[in-house]
T-cell receptor, first 115, second 111 residues
Framework: GAVVSQHPSRVICKSGTSVKIECRSLDFQATTMFWYRQFPKQSLMLMATSNEGSKATYEQGVEKDKFLINHASLTLSTLTVTSAHPEDSSFYIC???????????FGQGTRLTVV | KQEVTQIPAALSVPEGENLVLNCSFTDSAIYNLQWFRQDPGKGLTSLLLIQSSQREQTSGRLNASLDKSSGRSTLYIAASQPGDSATYLCALQGGSEKLVFGKGTKLTVNP
């Protein structure tokens, strides 16, 4: 069964609105979760690392005020795309690991379309 | 900075054929390498994980090899089936928990 659950799988929103994506670790407590973005025919690009109980670490070029990450519990991390614009349309996917140097588990992904 | 390259970008084969997908990387200081499968519009499914101390891993019709000295990994798929059609991604884990991905190889197995 799924180890990581991500919702929603698909969302269409109007430009200027905010969208929240949830990522839950079902099988183990995840102190760290990773948020990736994937554009068509491109690789997964790490956006940020979500740390339980502390601020997220953002990769270079990712706007932390636009992509708000909250990791309030050991099983839930959320990514909120604020004031979404059409260029934010993409496939967003979360991931976590039990420990360093172990298999990574991914959520089902969220297809965001901003119109 | 780790860079991961996957060749070819796309591959089309007839059913039953054996095939090899390639992954190369620039920094050999890795903890592990993982191969994933991604179906269109879906998340990633882990296929094989090779630790840095290992040379290969096998699961069913899949065999993955790792040669750190040359910065290469291969994914061998035996007796391919139409259900194997997907995009295959390799990813490396370095000094942190972050994964660095290649762009993937889109595989089409024709009946």
């Amino acid at each position: 069964g799924a180890v990581v659950s991500q919702h929603p799988s698909r969302v269409i929103c109007k430009s200027g609105t905010s969208v929240k994506i949830e990522c839950r670790s079902l099988d183990f407590q995840a102190t760290t979760m990773f948020w990736y973005r994937q554009f068509p025919k491109q690789s997964l690009m790490l956006m940020a690392t979500s740390n339980e109980g502390s601020k997220a670490t953002y990769e270079q070029g990712v706007e932390k005020d636009k992509f708000l990450i909250n990791h309030a519990s050991l099983t839930l991390s959320t990514l909120t795309v604020t004031s979404a614009h059409p260029e934010d349309s993409s496939f967003y996917i979360c991931s976590t690991l039990r420990n360093l140097n172990t298999e990574a588990f991914f959520g089902q992904g969220t297809r965001l379309t901003v119109v | 900075k780790q860079e991961v390259t996957q060749i070819p970008a796309a591959l089309s084969v007839p059913e039953g054929e054996n095939l090899v997908l390639n992954c190369s990387f620039t920094d050999s200081a890795i903890y592990n390498l993982q191969w994933f499968r991604q179906d269109p519009g879906k998340g990633l499914t882990s296929l094989l994980l090779i630790q840095s101390s290992q040379r290969e891993q096998t699961s069913g019709r899949l065999n993955a090899s790792l040669d750190k000295s040359s910065g290469r990994s291969t994914l061998y798929i035996a007796a391919s089936q139409p259900g194997d059609s997907a995009t295959y991604l390799c990813a490396l884990q370095g000094g942190s928990e972050k994964l660095v991905f290649g762009k993937g190889t889109k595989l089409t197995v024709n009946p």
